[in-house]
């Protein structure tokens, strides 16, 4: 199984995908988390694309496509992946199938999860994540059983994203909207597509995520 989650900064994509890993064993490819590790490291890749996250622009169409195209390569994608934040340009759409179909694989399906702005910021500007294990929580939707303890590995230290301040926010939503939602109509005229509630609390996203799922 090959997918996309496709959706706006905020969208639940993340919270989704690592469900979906669950589920069914198959990788989480997500750029955003690809890049934010390059950059913990200081790599060069990770020194050219801090400033731009940071400001909420894209990184290069030619960095994050050499990033997936190795990452597909790894034993772990044998059985599929879900690709999480990319693509999000039509450039990154048309190498991604270009890259899939070299490598003689096939895209299963792209879902969309939709909701509305208001929703995304109020998101956003309450998730943290644990420093160790990467697990994602909410400020109000989704606090750890124990308060100030992750769930997964028991850590008690968290961590907020940079980019996730009201200012970058903006700028965020405004490129997802100029260069990222055009793919909803290249997927939708390739019938790929299928379009979530994104709205609805995320047990119920991921039941409609999985009645997808169940039937390809
Ligand atoms: P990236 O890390 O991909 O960020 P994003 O697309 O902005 O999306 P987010 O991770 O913010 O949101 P999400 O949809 O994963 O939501 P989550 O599940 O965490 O990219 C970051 C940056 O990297 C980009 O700005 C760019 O600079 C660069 N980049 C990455 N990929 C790139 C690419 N392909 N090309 C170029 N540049 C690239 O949920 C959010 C919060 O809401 C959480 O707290 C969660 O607990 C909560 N929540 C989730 N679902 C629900 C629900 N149903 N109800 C209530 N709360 C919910
Ligand atoms: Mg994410």
Not at 139 to 161: A, I, N, Y
């Amino acid at each position: 199984m090959r997918l996309i989650l496709l959706g706006p900064p905020g969208a639940g994509k993340g919270t989704q995908a690592q469900r979906i890993v669950e589920k069914y064993g198959i990788p989480q490819l997500s750029t955003g988390d690809m890049l934010r590790a390059a950059v913990q490291a200081g790599t060069e890749v990770g020194k050219r694309a801090k400033a731009v996250m940071d400001a909420g622009k894209l990184v290069s169409d030619e960095i994050v496509n050499a990033i997936v195209s190795e990452r597909i390569d790894q034993p772990d994608c044998e059985n599929g992946f879900i690709l999480d934040g990319f693509p999000r340009t039509l450039v990154q759409a048309d190498a991604t199938e270009e890259m899939l179909r070299a490598k003689g694989l096939d895209l299963s399906v792209v879902i969309e999860l939709k909701v509305d702005d208001a929703e995304l910021v109020r998101r956003v500007a309450g998730r943290y994540s644990c420093a160790q294990c990467g697990s994602v929580y909410h400020d109000t939707d989704k606090r750890p059983v124990q308060e100030g303890v992750c769930d997964k590995c028991g850590s008690t230290h968290f961590k907020r994203r940079p980019d996730d301040n009201p200012e970058t926010m903006t700028a965020r939503l405004q490129v997802y909207y100029k260069e990222t939602s055009p793919l909803i109509g290249y997927y939708h005229a390739k019938g790929k597509l299928r379009s979530v509630d994104g709205m609805a609390d995320m047990d119920h996203v991921t039941q409609e995520v999985e009645a997808i799922l169940s039937k390809l």
